[in-house]
């Protein structure tokens, strides 16, 4: 078989035309060896000496973690403080104080107080955040507003309105039944208030991020809705709900102003770990109010540690 002269002779059969490969063309115009090819697999990507990160990423990775580990700092010099302050403390005073009665009512009284919110907040917000989540109705952006009061009004706000509510209202004649104002179920009511807010927002989030599909396969197999609702989307916001519990826990432990007003400060009866606090500062006792916030630090963090276990079943992220 013959071919046209086009300056270009013909390979024999089986044979291919040799061509530098990219990396020795980039080597022959002096470029930089970049990363790897999109075909090599992410293994050899990662194992290959000859990719490196470009120097801006570093840069900006390391400018992240300098403004992120400053807070993280921040936190821990404010408990080494702390720590710092109460080893020059009076041993006996510390003691006398730890060990009391009245400290032991008031850890357990924050510890019933703070489950019994939570189980109330999470009442509450699975259906206001399903339903803020899923439905369209005429007000929502009203009803979203109000949901986010207790959020940014301060908490002592909320704790006079709790006590005009209670006080001055026809909600009077209930608290002369039922004792709320002054009494344990204003402890309960002030931390509900506040928390039930955020257990909400949270909430909400996690159905948003659950696919609506998922309940529309469930409705066209013969379930009802709320079977759809119990069976496909309860399970699926099962870390949702962890969150938002931890998060109405948390901050339960932490309300002070709500109490301080609403529930007052008597001992052994409303007095819960923040108003221990406050009343020992206010009796010019400091050693005592940083150990007694020593003790509240250490039940938070015992509470955070056991949610990542139940969560995540190990303090470490899974990396693989």
């Not at 309300?255 to 206010?282: D, K, N, W």
């Amino acid at each position: 078989m013959t071919f046209p002269d086009s300056g270009v002779s013909p390979q024999p059969n089986g044979a291919r035309e040799s061509s530098p490969s990219v990396a020795d063309a980039r080597a022959s115009f002096g470029h930089r060896a970049g990363p790897p090819p999109a075909s090599e697999s992410s293994a050899e990507a990662l194992s290959s000496p000859r990719w490196r990160p470009p120097r801006t990423d570093q840069v900006f990775f390391t400018g992240l973690a300098i403004l992120g580990g400053s807070y993280v700092v921040f936190i821990l010099a404010m408990l080494a403080a702390d720590v710092y302050f109460i080893s020059y403390a009076d041993p006996e005073n510390i003691g006398r104080v730890l060990f009391s009665e009245d400290l032991r009512y008031s850890i357990k009284l924050s510890l019933i107080s703070c489950t019994l919110t939570t189980i109330f907040s999470l009442w509450i917000a699975v259906p206001i955040g399903y339903l803020m989540s899923r439905h369209e109705f005429f007000g929502k952006s009203l009803i979203d507003a109000i949901l986010d009061i207790p959020i940014v009004l301060p908490p002592l706000v909320i704790g006079l309105s709790l006590l005009i509510l209670f006080r001055q209202t026809f909600f009077v004649h209930l608290d002369n039944v039922f004792p709320i104002a002054l009494h344990v179920p204003a402890v309960i009511l002030a931390q509900f208030s506040v928390a039930c807010a955020f257990a909400v927002r949270t909430l909400r989030g996690a159905f948003d991020e659950i696919s609506p599909r998922q309940e529309h396969v469930a409705l066209t197999l013969g379930c009802s809705r709320s079977q759809a609702f119990w069976r496909v989307v309860m399970p699926s916001a099962k870390r949702g709900l962890l969150t938002a519990a931890t998060l109405a826990w948390a901050r339960s432990l932490g309300e002070f102003g709500p109490i301080l007003i609403f529930a007052g400060t008597t001992p052994q009866r409303t007095e819960v770990l923040p108003i221990s606090v406050h009343m020992q500062y206010a009796a010019g006792n400091l050693d005592a109010a940083v150990a007694v916030s020593l003790v509240m630090v250490v039940i938070a963090l015992a509470v955070l540690i056991s949610f990542r276990l139940v969560v995540g079943g190990s303090l470490t992220p899974n990396l693989r």
